[in-house]
């Protein structure tokens, strides 16, 4: 009998089911939200509402794209946090629901360790033990993989993450929701060294952001009294200024963990790893340093069911389960 895993994700704005076969992923359908653009941000009771409307509909599509039913699934996997607690409480309910009718069993999965174990995905896998850095909206973390059931983070941000970096600079330039690929694509038209931020002095492998975002803000406002056109005038060259600014920031934490740990195989994951410019700078780092890079395909770098799947089929062959009491958590602070 096969192994078919149902991986659910609704930690945030995106509805997404997935379907792993003896860990060969063979759908992974995402539904996102657009009812969020408006606000700037993602309003939490909006989000669950669409995870509720979307839930059903997602996994029907992803079981027809895999060719199989209801009664074929193995086990199924859902994100149990962290994130928008009415969010994950959608995913959370359906995945206890459906496990109980069709009798089988519950996955519990960790959303930031998902994000990390999407590399296993596809080939090439990184080989344990490895570091990564998983950067998204709500995270910013180095962590030492040992194996798919032991991490431990080494360092991580005590403010802003790098993706909040991002959509907050935006948002400054007046760009849209979330600026994270806004400023990738202004920044591509641009030229990084025309504008420099303040860099954080924090000690160790931990990260900071709100100090680089200070300095941004109150670089624009000083620009702006002098000249009411100056963001729209030089959009690339502050999107690429930006960028370069805050990779600069992970890849010299990445860097110094890499020197402290000895470990030189190295992997970035979550939204942030989508963005051109840290995928560029962490290859050249990798090659300058003798790294072995594993930069994730674009599809499993934001938030999808396929990571979800991938940990649930790690967790299945470890007889890792939950029971139907298991309840959704905002915050988890290990991994
Ligand atoms: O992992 P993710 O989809 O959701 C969370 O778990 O938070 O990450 C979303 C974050 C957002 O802050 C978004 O702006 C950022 O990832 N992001 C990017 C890019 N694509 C997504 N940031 C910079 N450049 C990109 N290309
Ligand atoms: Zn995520």
């Given at each position: 009998m096969p192994v078919t895993i149902l991986g659910i994700e609704s930690s945030c704005d995106e509805t997404s089911a997935a379907i792993m076969v003896d860990g060969v992923l063979r759908a992974n359908v995402i539904a996102g939200q657009a009812v969020h653009e408006q606000y700037g941000g993602v309003v939490p009771e909006l989000a669950s509402r669409a995870h509720q409307a979307n839930i059903?509909?997602?996994?029907?599509?992803?079981?027809?794209k895999a060719g199989i039913t209801l009664r074929d699934i193995s086990a199924i996997a859902f994100t149990q946090g962290p994130g928008l607690l009415g969010a994950l409480m959608v995913g959370t309910a359906y995945a206890k629901g459906l496990s109980l009718a069709l009798g089988?069993?519950?996955i519990a999965v960790h959303?930031?360790?998902a994000h990390i174990l999407a590399h296993f995905i596809?080939?090439?896998?990184?080989?344990?033990p490895f570091l990564c850095l998983t950067v998204s909206g709500g995270h910013t973390q180095i962590v030492q993989v040992k194996s798919p059931s032991d991490m431990h983070i080494l360092g991580q941000t005590i403010d802003d993450a790098a993706g909040e970096a991002f959509d907050k600079c935006a948002k400054m330039l007046?760009?849209?929701?979330?600026?994270?690929?806004?400023?990738d694509s202004n920044a591509q038209l641009g030229d990084a060294t025309k504008f420099q931020f303040g860099e954080p002095k924090i000690p160790g492998l931990?990260?900071?952001?709100?100090?680089?975002k200070t300095?941004?803000?109150?670089?624009?406002?000083?620009e702006m009294r002098k000249d009411p056109t100056f963001i729209e005038r030089n959009v690339h060259d502050l999107s690429a200024a930006i960028q370069h600014g805050i990779v600069e920031i992970l890849l010299r934490k990445l860097k110094r963990a890499s020197q402290e740990t000895g470990i030189k195989t190295i992997a970035i994951a979550g939204g942030v790893s989508a963005n051109s410019g840290l995928r560029k700078q962490l290859q050249a780092l990798g090659?300058?340093?003798?790294?072995?890079?594993?930069?994730?395909?674009?599809?499993?770098?934001?938030?999808?069911?396929?990571?979800i799947a991938m940990t649930g089929h790690f967790k299945y062959a470890a007889g890792d389960f939950v029971d139907l009491s298991v309840v959704p958590l905002a915050r988890i602070p290990e991994l």
């Open positions: 059903v509909p997602v996994v029907e599509v992803a079981l027809k089988v069993p519950l959303h930031m360790q596809e080939e090439p896998r990184p080989a344990f007046g760009l849209p929701y979330p600026g994270g690929p806004f400023i931990d990260f900071s952001f709100s100090g680089f300095s941004v803000l109150y670089f624009l406002q000083a090659e300058k340093q003798g790294w072995s890079v594993h930069i994730p395909d674009f599809s499993y770098c934001t938030d999808n069911a396929a990571m």
